[in-house]
């Protein structure tokens, strides 16, 4: 049984970039959630997707973007790279909808360094 | 809006002993959720334990266990028989009723000493 995966693992990119990020749920999973962790922190919720919309939202500038898509996989993007996104990124999966307590899955994450 | 605090950085322990991880929060609300994860260098947050606000049993988990003082907003961990696998860095985390956001303390790294 697969478990959450993310990709890239380690991605580097310099101020003003793009960056996308990519989530594959644990299998059976309807449910994405991203977090950012930065170095010596606790993660950061930065939003819920279910049913393919974004459904709950943390204190993070419009800069910041995802999309779910039919297969439940999520991407996060990224827009105008400053150094504060450096961080590690986690993706979280679990089943059912959002409003009811199931249990979080977490990925490996993605370390994304902005120079 | 909700705060997790983890008051000590860095804790140590001997191998096969006994330790406790603190952890204190702040809500106005009454249903909640508060979860202990383990966060080892392979980066996957695990999670070890989870306790109900509405249980006044404290949860457990083979060797891992909480104190959970809910009047005085408090989660402590405790880890016994401690095992090398145990060392990893350990958040708290709250979260609300029927909301997803999940609010994270900024974590105690743990070291298992042999």
């Known amino acids: 049984d697969a478990g959450v995966t993310q990709s890239p693992t380690h991605l580097i990119k310099t101020r003003g970039q793009q960056v996308t990020l990519r989530c594959s749920p644990k299998s059976g999973h309807d449910t994405v959630s991203w977090y950012q962790q930065a170095l010596g922190q606790g993660p950061q919720f930065i939003f819920q997707y279910y049913e393919e919309e974004e459904r709950q939202r943390g204190n993070f500038p419009d800069r910041f973007s995802g999309h779910q898509f039919p297969n439940y996989s999520s991407e996060l993007n990224v827009n105008a790279l400053l150094l504060g996104d450096s961080a590690l990124y986690l993706c979280?999966?679990?089943?059912?909808?959002?409003?009811?307590?199931?249990?979080?899955?977490f990925g490996p994450g993605t370390r994304l360094t902005v120079l | 809006a909700q705060t997790v605090t983890q008051s000590q950085p860095e804790m140590s322990v001997q191998e096969a002993e006994t330790v406790t991880l603190s952890c204190t929060y702040d809500t106005s609300e009454s249903d909640y959720y508060l979860f202990w994860y383990k966060q080892p260098p392979s980066r996957q947050m695990i999670l070890v334990i989870r306790?109900?606000?509405?249980?006044?049993q404290n949860a457990t988990e083979n060797r891992f266990s909480v104190n959970f003082q809910k009047a005085a907003k408090s989660f402590s961990l405790k880890i016994s028989d401690s095992q090398l696998g145990d060392a990893a860095m350990y958040f708290c985390?709250?979260?609300?009723?029927?909301?997803?956001?999940?609010?994270f303390g900024a974590g105690t790294r743990l070291t298992v000493k042999p």
């Open positions: 985390a709250y979260r609300s009723y029927n909301n997803n956001d999940m609010r």
């Open positions: 979280a999966s679990s089943l059912g909808i959002p409003s009811s307590y199931n249990e979080q899955f």
């Open positions: 306790q109900e606000a509405y249980k006044q």
